[in-house]
């Protein structure tokens, strides 16, 4: 075989291992709208609450615990981008209006991340946030943790904890922080209002 023959078909052989090795990416970084939860659907659950008053202001205080799925928490083939075992919009988290809400996150994962809520524009909410979410898809971020570890150091499922005091009536997002992971599927929409006295979430 000629040597321009020989290199034709190595550069051949290169570029069809790269597009299949693409695709493979491809295909677990962006997968379908899946639930790794064990739960299934969820068409209402009750979020934990107490009620407290506050310099003579009665207050509703919100627990809201979340979690990155892994193997810290005997889940080691989860989706690495997920809240609660939900990836892509799947939980909804209804919240009362002007209640004080303490978000703990948690992350089993071997991945780090973080837990941020943000208020998109309206036109934004209910596609979720999109490759490279912006100032220009999100309107305000309410509060955010910094980075919470990943299981491996110190072999042990690190957290951290903000608190969103008075919410607003209005469409939000839960999201984790870091580059590419929202876009990648680790956020979950939060809904506020003052129909809400009881918090609670669903699953899809």
């Given at each position: 075989m000629k040597p321009i023959l020989k290199a034709a078909f190595a550069v051949l052989a290169i570029a069809i291992v790269l597009i299949a090795a693409i695709?493979?990416?491809t295909a677990e970084y962006h997968p379908m709208n899946?639930?790794?939860s064990d739960q299934g659907a969820v068409s209402h659950r009750d979020i934990p609450y107490y009620n407290t008053t506050i310099n003579g202001t009665h207050?509703?205080?919100?627990?809201l615990s979340l979690a990155a799925w892994g193997q810290g928490n005997g889940y080691p083939n989860?989706?690495?981008f997920n809240f609660n075992g939900t990836s892509y919009g799947a939980m909804t988290i209804y919240l009362p209006a002007?209640?004080?809400?303490?978000?703990n996150m948690t992350n089993y994962e071997v991945k780090p991340h973080t837990l941020k809520f943000e208020l998109p524009y309206s036109s934004q909410w209910s596609t979720g946030p999109i490759w490279a979410h912006t100032s220009v898809h999100v309107k305000k971020v309410i509060a955010s943790t910094g980075t919470i570890d990943p299981i491996w150091y110190g072999n042990v499922a690190h957290y951290r904890s903000i608190w969103w005091n008075d919410t607003a009536s209005g469409h939000y997002w839960v999201v984790c922080g870091?580059?590419?992971h929202a876009e990648a599927g680790m956020y979950a929409f939060v809904i506020v209002s003052s129909s809400v006295t009881t918090?609670?979430?669903t699953i899809k």
């Open positions: 695709g493979i990416v899946t639930i790794m207050v509703e205080v919100v627990n989860a989706y690495p002007n209640a004080d809400i303490h978000a870091l580059t590419t918090p609670y979430y």
